[in-house]
């Protein structure tokens, strides 16, 4: 009994030593491969191994449960199959197709250059995955109807009201513009608080009226109202749709609602922006294309009160006659802002802008006289004039101008081809009075 017991524990170091120095002489044999292999020889070597080394360890677990596991067996397990591996990649190497279609012997650059496609496609397409799964998406398929502009949602973008209001803040000019909004938007974000926290909340029309001249920043005001009203979470989506009368009114009876109807759906989920909106009608004669208009968008923003914000713009007068005729435009419009026309010296820094964007920089001489220049040019506007689409459209005719008269120079420089000079821009003298070219 003694001796059986005495002979059992005389096995067991035996066994557990050659079981531990087996797996650690098996972890070194791997390692040796990295180091001692050849290139051609690792690939084929390491993957036979991988595979003889499992039934290895199966046979050298059950040796070590049986107690029939010594030393000797245990370290000599691993090195068996280390040569067995090498003899099968000598004997049957691996191979890996190429590009061309032909095959030649895996090594670690080659399969690394197979497989490296291979896993940035995978990533990407996870990538692009997660980004459609998260991405601010239409709700609709097919084409943007005809007289409609869609301006997607920034998907890369967090929807963060301080992000818009930086954004509308870095506008030059419309200070009052800019008070209304952000007192608006601050009235709304606490309101949905109130709502948040258990609250009453009075009812709140989020469709506004943008009136003023036309180049006054309205369009781009309604830009950055969507991107609000997605960081309030009053729309989901936060994209624009841009129409106008064109967009929306049909050439026959009857098919208006219909042509409506579709511009609204696209809207949905984002804002409906139309400018001069007077104009819808105007003229509207017993046809009553007009009024067709109007009342499938008053019962649209009823019935999709949660899906859809209507901003609506356009002369100031013309505007308040539109929204006064209506007694349904004037129950669910009445949030007014006044876009004022812009300012000589803002006329001349929204050129600058433009010029900076496009990487034009200005002489010493155009940056004196720029201000006044403009000032004298835009002293008789009328109701017309353009305001930033006059600004637009000079800083276009002066890169024209300075194209021209760069093309004559052989070799120009990098500041030459950058530099807008007074004749670029039409100033003839260093007198503002007499300065237009014709």
């Not at 052989?410 to 004749?423: D, F, G, V, Y």
Request: hydrophobic letters at 40%; a negative charge; glycine letters at 8%.
């Amino acid at each position: 009994m003694n001796d059986a017991s005495s002979s059992t524990s005389a096995k067991k170091p035996g066994c557990t030593t050659g079981f531990g120095l087996g797996c650690l002489i098996d972890i070194g044999i791997i390692i040796l491969c990295f180091i001692a292999f050849s290139e051609q020889m690792m690939i084929s070597s390491l993957a036979y191994l991988v595979v003889l080394t499992i039934p290895a360890l199966v046979v050298r677990y059950i040796l070590h449960r049986n107690g029939s596991l010594n030393s000797l067996i245990g370290m000599l397990i691993g090195p068996v199959a280390l040569l067995a591996a090498v003899a099968l990649a000598i004997m049957h190497p691996l191979t890996i197709e190429t590009e061309d279609g032909e095959e030649e012997i895996a090594t670690p650059a080659s399969v690394a250059q197979s497989l490296a496609p291979k896993i940035a496609d995978a990533v990407s397409g996870a990538r692009r995955d997660a980004s459609a799964t998260n991405a601010v998406r239409p709700h609709w398929e097919g084409e943007v109807p005809p007289g409609v502009k869609y301006v997607a949602a920034d998907t890369n973008e967090t929807a963060s009201l301080e992000t818009a209001l930086a954004e509308l803040n870095e506008l030059i000019g419309l200070a009052e513009v800019k008070k209304e909004v952000e007192k608006f938007a601050k009235f709304v974000a606490v309101s949905k608080q109130r709502e948040s926290a258990g609250l009453k909340v009075a009812p709140i029309s989020y469709h506004m009226v943008f009136t003023g001249n036309p180049g006054t920043g309205k369009t781009t005001v309604a830009r950055i109202m969507a991107k609000i009203y997605r960081a309030l979470g009053i729309v989901k989506n936060g994209h624009l749709v841009e129409t106008d009368r064109g967009g929306l009114i049909a050439e026959y009876v009857g098919q208006t609602a219909v042509k409506t109807g579709k511009v609204i759906d696209f809207a949905l989920d984002g804002v409906l922006f139309i400018d001069e909106a007077y104009a819808i009608t105007e003229g509207d004669g017993s046809q009553g294309y007009g009024g067709e208009c109007i009342a499938t968008l008053l019962k649209r923003m009823e019935d999709e009160r949660d899906r859809l914000v209507v901003i609506v713009a356009g002369y100031t007068d013309e505007m308040k006659r539109f929204i006064d005729a209506n007694p349904g435009l004037q129950s669910r419009f009445n949030h007014y802002v006044h876009f004022p026309d812009y300012t000589g010296e803002e006329l001349a820094a929204i050129f600058r802008m433009n010029a900076r964007k496009s990487e034009y920089i200005l002489s010493a001489d155009v940056e004196r006289w720029l201000d006044a220049a403009i000032s004298v040019w835009t002293k008789d506007r009328d109701r017309k004039f353009g305001n930033g689409r006059y600004i637009r459209n000079l800083f276009e005719e002066s890169v024209m101008r300075q194209a021209i008269r760069v093309s004559e120079i052989e070799n120009p420089t990098k500041e030459q081809l950058m530099t807008l000079e007074m004749r670029d821009i039409g100033i003839k003298l260093k007198d503002p009075d007499a300065s237009k070219e014709d």
